[in-house]
């Protein structure tokens, strides 16, 4: 599926969000991002997830796919606290889906990264560490970064 639009800096939405959560008592609450997709990168324990109303569990090396306009919330596990990196993205579309979806319809949104297991842990464990030294222009760089593990993930699916 070859991409047909990348992120684009100048969409009134704002620039592409990443951010690192290491808290062992981290609870989102329940929100919905209108024109956001977010890509949650367990880098290790556990994190619990509601979206919509169905309840998923990702592990280490899981990438949870939260498309725009689902009501969820996240929430790392007591047991065995998770380390997140979560990067939000909006305005690309693949051939043949709709603007910001990366799931076909009633897919499961917890990806085990599998084979791409150490190039997904690379590139966000990079992302997680340029991070404080990112000036804005870099955070359009690092959206499209975001999408390319994506897409390399899920187009197995």
Avoid at 39 to 63: E, M, N, Q, W
Avoid at 70 to 78: E, F, G, I, P, T
Wanted: hydrophobic share 40%; with cysteine; proline share 5%.
């Amino acid at each position: 599926m070859p991409v047909k639009r990348c992120l684009s800096p100048v969409k009134r939405h704002g620039f592409p969000r990443f951010a690192i959560s290491d808290d062992p008592k981290w609870e989102s609450g329940h929100h919905v991002h209108d024109n956001e997709t977010e890509l949650i990168y367990v880098k290790k324990g556990v994190a619990r997830f509601t979206i919509d109303s169905s309840l998923y569990v990702a592990h280490a090396d899981d990438i949870v796919v939260i498309e725009r306009g689902r009501l969820h919330a996240v929430a790392s596990d007591v047991n065995d606290p998770a380390t997140t990196c979560t990067c939000a993205l909006y305005g690309f579309q693949f051939q043949g889906a709709e603007e910001n979806q990366l799931l076909q319809p009633h897919s499961c949104p917890v990806i085990a990264a599998g084979q791409g297991k150490e190039v997904i842990k690379t590139l966000f464990n990079e992302l997680s560490v340029i991070l404080p030294q990112v000036k804005i222009a870099n955070i359009f760089v690092m959206g499209c970064i975001c999408l390319y593990v994506s897409h390399s993930l899920l187009r197995k699916f």
